[in-house]
Protein backbone atom coordinates (compact mmCIF):
# COMPACT_ATOMS: atom_id res chain seq x y z
CA UNK A 1 0.00 0.00 0.00
CA UNK A 2 2.76 2.37 0.80
CA UNK A 3 4.16 1.63 -2.27
CA UNK A 4 1.11 3.06 -4.78
CA UNK A 5 0.89 5.92 -2.15
CA UNK A 6 4.02 7.18 -3.17
CA UNK A 7 3.40 6.17 -7.11
CA UNK A 8 0.38 8.48 -6.53
CA UNK A 9 2.56 11.57 -4.64
CA UNK A 10 4.90 11.32 -8.19
CA UNK A 11 1.83 10.95 -10.39
CA UNK A 12 -0.19 14.15 -8.53
CA UNK A 13 3.46 16.10 -8.64
CA UNK A 14 4.30 15.31 -12.18
CA UNK A 15 0.06 16.68 -12.89
CA UNK A 16 0.40 19.76 -10.97
CA UNK A 17 4.03 20.69 -12.27
CA UNK A 18 2.79 20.05 -15.88
CA UNK A 19 -0.53 22.30 -14.97
CA UNK A 20 1.53 24.54 -13.36
CA UNK A 21 3.53 25.50 -16.72
CA UNK A 22 0.64 24.82 -18.83
CA UNK A 23 -1.51 27.85 -17.17
CA UNK A 24 1.41 29.78 -16.72
CA UNK A 25 2.03 29.58 -20.82
CA UNK A 26 -1.47 30.45 -21.85
CA UNK A 27 -1.33 33.68 -19.20
CA UNK A 28 1.60 34.53 -20.72
CA UNK A 29 0.26 33.55 -24.12
CA UNK A 30 -2.92 36.19 -23.55
CA UNK A 31 -1.15 38.76 -21.75
CA UNK A 32 1.16 38.67 -25.15
CA UNK A 33 -2.14 38.57 -27.57
CA UNK A 34 -3.59 41.33 -25.92
CA UNK A 35 -0.47 43.70 -25.87
CA UNK A 36 -0.21 43.19 -29.84
CA UNK A 37 -4.03 43.79 -30.06
CA UNK A 38 -3.77 46.99 -28.30
CA UNK A 39 -0.76 48.03 -30.50
CA UNK A 40 -2.53 46.80 -33.49
CA UNK A 41 -5.71 48.83 -32.53
CA UNK A 42 -3.49 52.11 -31.76
CA UNK A 43 -1.55 51.97 -35.03
CA UNK A 44 -5.06 51.49 -36.87
CA UNK A 45 -6.25 54.82 -35.14
CA UNK A 46 -3.40 56.16 -36.47
CA UNK A 47 -4.18 55.38 -39.87
CA UNK A 48 -7.46 56.90 -39.40
CA UNK A 49 -6.31 60.21 -38.05
CA UNK A 50 -3.55 60.91 -40.12
CA UNK A 51 -5.89 59.84 -43.37
CA UNK A 52 -8.45 62.45 -41.70
CA UNK A 53 -5.76 65.20 -41.55
CA UNK A 54 -4.28 64.49 -44.64
CA UNK A 55 -7.83 65.18 -46.54
CA UNK A 56 -8.96 67.53 -44.14
CA UNK A 57 -9.79 70.41 -47.36
CA UNK A 58 -12.66 67.94 -47.61
CA UNK A 59 -14.98 67.92 -44.78
CA UNK A 60 -17.06 65.39 -45.45
CA UNK A 61 -14.05 63.22 -46.03
CA UNK A 62 -13.72 63.30 -42.23
CA UNK A 63 -16.92 61.54 -41.65
CA UNK A 64 -17.04 58.83 -44.77
CA UNK A 65 -13.82 57.30 -43.93
CA UNK A 66 -15.21 55.49 -41.20
CA UNK A 67 -17.76 54.29 -43.34
CA UNK A 68 -15.32 53.42 -46.27
CA UNK A 69 -12.97 51.76 -44.16
CA UNK A 70 -16.09 49.50 -42.93
CA UNK A 71 -17.30 48.53 -45.99
CA UNK A 72 -14.05 47.29 -46.92
CA UNK A 73 -12.46 45.76 -43.88
CA UNK A 74 -15.70 43.86 -43.56
CA UNK A 75 -15.46 42.39 -46.95
CA UNK A 76 -12.41 41.37 -46.12
CA UNK A 77 -12.26 40.24 -42.44
CA UNK A 78 -15.87 39.28 -42.30
CA UNK A 79 -17.91 41.03 -38.74
CA UNK A 80 -14.68 41.69 -37.03
CA UNK A 81 -15.01 45.16 -37.56
CA UNK A 82 -17.89 48.00 -36.51
CA UNK A 83 -18.30 51.26 -36.85
CA UNK A 84 -17.95 51.45 -33.05
CA UNK A 85 -14.50 49.44 -33.20
CA UNK A 86 -13.10 52.05 -35.59
CA UNK A 87 -14.04 54.72 -33.83
CA UNK A 88 -12.89 53.43 -30.43
CA UNK A 89 -9.36 52.61 -32.16
CA UNK A 90 -9.16 56.27 -33.86
CA UNK A 91 -10.27 57.47 -30.29
CA UNK A 92 -7.14 55.47 -28.40
CA UNK A 93 -4.80 56.78 -30.82
CA UNK A 94 -6.09 60.39 -30.42
CA UNK A 95 -5.83 59.40 -26.13
CA UNK A 96 -2.01 59.03 -26.82
Known amino acids: ?10 RDYAFNSIKTLMDKARNEVAREVNNILV ?12 DEQGHSERAEYGKEI ?5 RQLIREYGGEFSRSNLQNMRNLYLAN
Not at 1 to 10: A, E, L, P, S, W
Not at 43 to 49: D, K, L, W
Not at 66 to 70: S, V
Request: charged share 25%; no cysteine; glycine share 4%.
Open 1 to 10: MNNKNNIDRV
Open 39 to 50: QTYWEIGRIIVE
Open 66 to 70: INDLL
